[in-house]
């Protein structure tokens, strides 16, 4: 089948932030319910709010992304979570492994959501390790009343200072961020000092969805972006000529966007090492199981190949 949808209204894809039949998470915390605090982070005059949760993973894990339990419906922006290590000296966080950025799809209603990492975040066993959250304001503290507590801190300034324990609702995930009707296909290819560049999308895909968007996390900042969207589900990937070593193509190509990564915090209007493309699926009941194919390529200085380009993985949706 051929995608006949016009470029129009795909660039012009839902707030209800829904993702369902996720795979299992390889390790969580207090995500058996939809309990979560009623509580709003403030919105501070200097600047996004980082406050971190510390855990011990209880098996070795090779973690590619997170998600936790939040909305926001205030204000627009980005949230960020990371990986960090602990400081045995302090016991506080004391540097980054790993991390993801995503755009806030504005619901009154908090959901699982998240992003993949820029590198693979492998975690040992017995080890201490925190869950850095950075946001605007104005968010879903993502805590479960009752919960089992982690330890808390916050970052004033440059310094961590600890905090009381609360019940962080975490889904650390051992494979790229899917869903029942959002699955990863192929690998993502890098290049060195330029991390690990992935798609993902935080919502389902469903018919008539004005606000549904796809996020590329862990590019280079303040750089070209190019979506390509196909319309063959059996696509092969294939390898890309000109592009690095092992950087492939996941999908037919039938639909370009252009875009470009930000190099903001995340309350600027483009974040830092992201891209969100914006596709608004039209109210036409016909496209309900239609399958499309996505996949991002984006500008990086240290491609060293004539196309300096690096690949994310792809995404196959199945319109509902």
Known sequence: MNLRIPAVALLALATSCLLRGQSPACEAWNDQTTTVSGAISGYGFAGPNTVAWQFTPASALVAQGARIFTNNNNVQGFQRLEVWSNDPAT?????RIAGGTWKIAQSPTATWQGANFDTIAVLTPGTQYWLVWNEPGFCRIPTEPGGITLPYARLSGA?????TASALK???????????NVVPNGAPCTVAGSG???ILC???PTVGNASFAIDATGFASSALAVLVLGSNPAFVSVPLPGFPAGCQQHTDAVVVQTGATG???VRATAAA????FPLPIPANASLAGLVLGAQVACADA???APIPFVASNGLRLTLL
Do not use: E, K, Y
């Not at 975490?170 to 029942?180: E, G, K, N, W």
């Not at 090492?273 to 969100?276: A, K, L, T």
């Open 170 to 180: 975490l889904r650390l995930q051992c494979s790229l961020l899917d869903s029942a």
């Open 273 to 276: 090492n992201h891209v969100s």
């Open 196 to 198: 690990l560049g992935t």
């Open 263 to 265: 190099a903001g915090n």
């Open 302 to 304: 240290n491609a060293q």
């Open 159 to 163: 310094t961590w200072i600890p905090g």
């Open 202 to 204: 935080n919502q389902d």
């Open 91 to 95: 016991n506080l966080p004391q540097s």
